[in-house]
């Protein structure tokens, strides 16, 4: 089952309150959500690190979640910024191929996640910039691996990544 | 959920406390409570200036601090939002605002309506000493900003810290400028915008260390 923007700004109201077995519920929930979020977005290998990293996140800083306004924006928004935190920090070469992800596949999109989704994000940087980041940040190329693969020199490889890395960060919070 | 997950979300819950969850409200007051300190500084320290207060100060007086007071209201209301970061939220206002503020000075600068040249605003003997005070005054609401954004989860540092500054110095701005008694157009839209660039320079620079989470 899935819980409705409703219902889990309900919990987190709870939560705020200290209320343990709601919290337990949401972090649940958050944790099937932000799974599904981050699919094709970051290599397999990262994304139970990097969801266990928001949840943190989450926790460290959940009174700054405010229970008049909806609760997938605000959790999005710390799910964007974690995971470009994680790209700046994360490279490893070598790491597993992308697979798809039967669970964003099988599942009904709707529209909160379409809104808030992190591809809305990528296609705001010009297509070196997201292509360089692809390859390496997510797929986990070597600098000298992309650069063949695109064309782009490697220093060319590197400042689109950088530049792209800092326009995404300036985006966290755009919808469009 | 593999079994890291399940035992991370069973040791959240077990750490879980009540918290006072963010209020927009809480800012606003956080904001009012920042200009009444700054005001009751300037007030103990220069005192105001009877001229502002009695009505008899220039038009460009009242104009270029109500300014002032405007953008930095405009910039504080996105500070105060920055705190609960959400997908959705949009700041484009505060910088059109900025835009707006900057007309003062280069209507000051261009000499339009007034004949005065760039070169005589800036030999203004007084000109250094109220943007320095200005700039000492914001930080007042700069520290309050600061403490209100390290609680919340701002996602962009830079951004925060701009628009901290630049809240910071149009608000400490104003509030200094209703103990100065130089009210020409050049002296007010030079002298008094400073603080705005010089704050929003420092909080660009230094806060987002202070920032990021």
Redesign the interface.
């Known amino acids: 089952m899935r819980a409705d923007e409703g219902t889990l700004a309900g919990l987190m109201?709870k939560?705020?309150?200290?209320?343990?077995?709601a919290?337990?519920v949401l972090?649940?929930e958050c944790?099937?959500w932000l799974?599904r979020y981050y699919a094709n977005r970051i290599a397999p290998s990262q994304v139970?690190d990097l969801?266990?990293d928001v949840?943190?996140?989450m926790?460290?800083?959940?009174?700054?979640?405010?229970?008049?306004?909806?609760f997938l924006?605000?959790l999005?928004?710390?799910a964007?910024?974690r995971w470009i935190d994680a790209l700046r920090k994360h490279y490893r070469a070598g790491m597993d191929d992308l697979h798809e992800d039967s669970a964003t596949q099988d599942s009904e999109e709707d529209a909160v996640m379409a809104?808030?989704s992190l591809a809305r994000l990528f296609v705001k940087l010009s297509p070196p910039q997201a292509e360089a980041i692809a390859l390496v940040k997510i797929e986990g190329r070597s600098v000298r691996e992309a650069s063949q693969e695109t064309g782009q020199s490697e220093s060319a490889v590197k400042v689109n990544i950088h530049r792209g890395l800092k326009k995404l960060?300036?985006l966290?919070?755009?919808?469009e | 959920m593999d079994r890291a997950s399940s035992s991370l979300i069973e040791d959240l819950a077990a750490d879980l406390e009540p918290v006072r969850a963010f209020r927009a409200r809480d800012g606003l007051l956080l904001t009012g409570a920042a200009v009444v300190i700054s005001l009751l500084i300037v007030a103990l320290i220069h005192g105001f200036w009877h001229g502002a207060i009695e009505g008899t100060a220039s038009p460009f007086f009242y104009l270029g601090n109500g300014l002032l007071t405007i953008f930095g209201f405009a910039c504080a209301a996105s500070v105060v939002r920055m705190a609960s970061p959400s997908v959705g939220n949009n700041y484009s206002g505060a910088y059109w605002m900025l835009a707006m503020l900057g007309v003062l000075p280069v209507v000051a600068l261009t000499g339009i309506g007034t004949g005065d040249h760039a070169h005589d605003l800036f030999k203004d003997p007084y000109g250094l000493e109220c943007a320095l005070h200005g700039s000492a005054v914001a930080l007042v609401t700069a520290v309050a900003f600061t403490g209100w954004l390290r609680r919340g989860a701002p996602v962009n540092a830079n951004r925060a810290g701009l628009l901290t500054g630049l809240a910071s110095g149009a608000l400490g701005g104003a509030a200094y400028g209703l103990s100065c008694p130089l009210d020409t157009l050049g002296h007010v839209a030079i002298w008094h915008v400073l603080p705005v660039a010089i704050a929003g320079f420092l909080g660009r620079m230094v806060l987002p260390r202070l920032l990021r989470w």
């Not at chain 1, 939560?15 to 077995?21: E, F, T, V």
């Not at chain 1, 966290?172 to 919808?175: C, F, Q, S």
């Open positions: 109201a939560a705020q309150g200290g209320d343990s077995r919290y337990t972090l649940s944790s099937t799974t139970d969801v266990q949840l943190m996140a926790h460290r800083k959940r009174a700054s979640y405010d229970p008049a306004r909806p924006p605000w999005a928004a710390i964007r910024y809104r808030v960060s300036a966290i919070e755009k919808a």
